[in-house]
């Protein structure tokens, strides 16, 4: 008997051919949840300018110095030594000569640099590595008081008093050091004359300035306060930055082009130009957030101030990490921002250690929180290192953000009703047709983001997240 006389209906094969199939509507795995674009207070700039004033700085913060590190020579400009407040009103003789006598020294794991109360009188940048700053406490104990990685100095007040050391500083991996001892510098300051009264002088200037001044560099507020009478009030004033920054919009644009006879035929069941509309925008918003992350002139991790930068202490992001960035950003922290390996690495730390962090809703999915404060995922934070097994692996950052006007925090900047909106600071413009019916729309996207006062936004550097805990109590294997 042949396999047609065994069929007694119609196929389910065949039968589909004449039913109607339910669709989805395109799927595109590079869509995140972008909560940063949710969290930021977007504020509307007209004229496509944002001007951010500040009270004046008298006395500028250290920066990190730019070493240039290649085939075992190590090099600094004389631009980059003036990163150093107490050499920022040296000359510029006396600064040239500077740097040529720095010495590169490689130092191992250990190795002590600066004993506390000893006199070593040397100066250190940090080429590559880091070390760790520790100070005696009242109870006689060292305690960690800095932890200093590439591109920082220590021991510069060494070069210019004869008093010992108040700290210690070790090195926690191998190291290679640009250092400049004061025997080098008598050196450098007897070469020609005047040189050692000039280089006093501007030391004197900087150390007269740094006592008018408060912790942030601004200048001090004059001010009387008590119960005594006859006391003359003292007069004062608070001086504005003269060359405040201004942020203009950014955007990011792209044109979709859509064929009329696919939009005039096949719009059933979903409308063909509006989802390529849909799904192109899903790509603006990705690349708006990765740009407010990462962008060289306005992103988060390239407006941090050098001073509000800490590194891990062991690699792997630990409590005391994310603590020690909490009491940088203390005034009214509004949320971590972490790529999601970060965050299972830091979980991974709380595990060990029997802290379990609190899970907090937001947006409709769990976060967790760390002292009251969510970590917020987001993958734009990059991850540098290897790629492995169809993995990222290395370091990456953690920002902490304090946002609003209102609270001097970080802002996203847009302008919204420009012409064609679609959403705020958001147009799509049609273009035109071709000649061969091909229409044409122009999506642009306007975007900025400002940080009001530096204390507004921290780092955690070089945040491991491929280390894992080997437990003692790990179930026997199966025979």
């Avoid at 769990?366 to 990059?382: A, F, Q, T």
Wanted: hydrophobic letters at 40%.
């Amino acid at each position: 008997m042949t396999d047609s006389l065994l069929q007694r209906s119609v196929t389910t094969a065949v039968a589909r051919n004449l039913a109607s199939t339910t669709k989805t509507s395109p799927k595109m795995m590079s869509i995140t949840p972008r909560y940063l674009l949710s969290m930021l207070p977007w504020v509307q700039v007209d004229g496509g300018t944002y001007r951010v004033n500040r009270t004046k700085v008298e006395l500028s913060k250290a920066e990190r110095i730019g070493v240039d590190l290649s085939a075992g020579n190590a090099s600094l400009s004389a631009e980059s030594l003036r990163s150093v407040p107490l050499f920022s009103k040296l000359p510029e003789s006396i600064i040239s000569r500077m740097t040529t006598g720095f010495k590169i020294e490689e130092v191992s794991l250990g190795n002590q640099l600066i004993v506390e109360g000893e006199d070593r009188s040397k100066f250190f940048i940090i080429a590559q590595g880091q070390v760790e700053v520790l100070s005696k406490g009242v109870h006689g104990s060292n305690l960690r008081i800095a932890l200093l990685t590439e591109g920082e100095f220590f021991g510069e007040t060494d070069l210019v008093s004869d008093k010992p050391s108040d700290v210690s500083v070790r090195t926690i991996t191998p190291c290679v050091l640009l250092t400049l001892s004061r025997k080098d510098l008598d050196s450098i300051l007897s070469g020609l004359p005047n040189f050692s009264e000039e280089f006093r002088k501007a030391i004197d200037e900087h150390l007269e300035l740094r006592s008018t001044v408060n912790r942030y560099g601004e200048r001090n507020i004059d001010l009387v306060s008590g119960f005594a009478e006859n006391v003359e009030i003292p007069e004062t004033f608070v001086d504005y930055s003269s060359t405040p920054r201004e942020y203009s919009l950014s955007s990011v644009q792209t044109v979709v082009r859509v064929h009329t006879r696919v939009s005039d035929l096949y719009n059933g069941p979903y409308d063909q130009l509006e989802e390529q509309m849909r799904l192109t925008i899903e790509g603006i918003k990705e690349r708006q957030e990765w740009e407010l992350v990462n962008s060289k002139k306005f992103g988060l991790l390239h407006s941090v101030d050098p001073s509000m930068r800490i590194s891990t202490r062991y690699g792997a992001p630990t409590p005391d990490d994310l603590d020690e960035l909490l009491a940088l950003v203390w005034k009214k922290p509004a949320f971590f921002l972490a790529h999601p390996k970060a965050i299972a690495a830091f979980e991974r730390e709380c595990t060990w250690r029997g802290v379990p962090p609190v899970t907090m809703d937001l947006f409709g999915s769990p976060i967790i929180s760390w002292r009251g404060v969510p970590l917020v995922p987001c993958d734009k934070l990059e991850l540098k290192g290897r790629f492995q097994s169809n993995q990222w692996l290395g370091t990456t950052n953690i920002i902490l953000v304090r946002v609003g006007e209102a609270d001097q925090g970080v802002v996203g900047l847009h302008q919204s009703g420009i012409p064609g909106e679609i959403s705020p600071s958001l147009s799509a413009r049609l273009m035109g047709l071709d000649s061969l019916g091909v229409a044409s729309y122009l999506l642009t996207s306007y975007f900025s983001c400002a940080v009001l006062t530096d204390d507004a936004l921290g780092v955690l550097e070089n945040v491991e997240v491929g280390f894992y805990h080997d437990y003692d109590h790990k179930p026997a294997k199966v025979k």
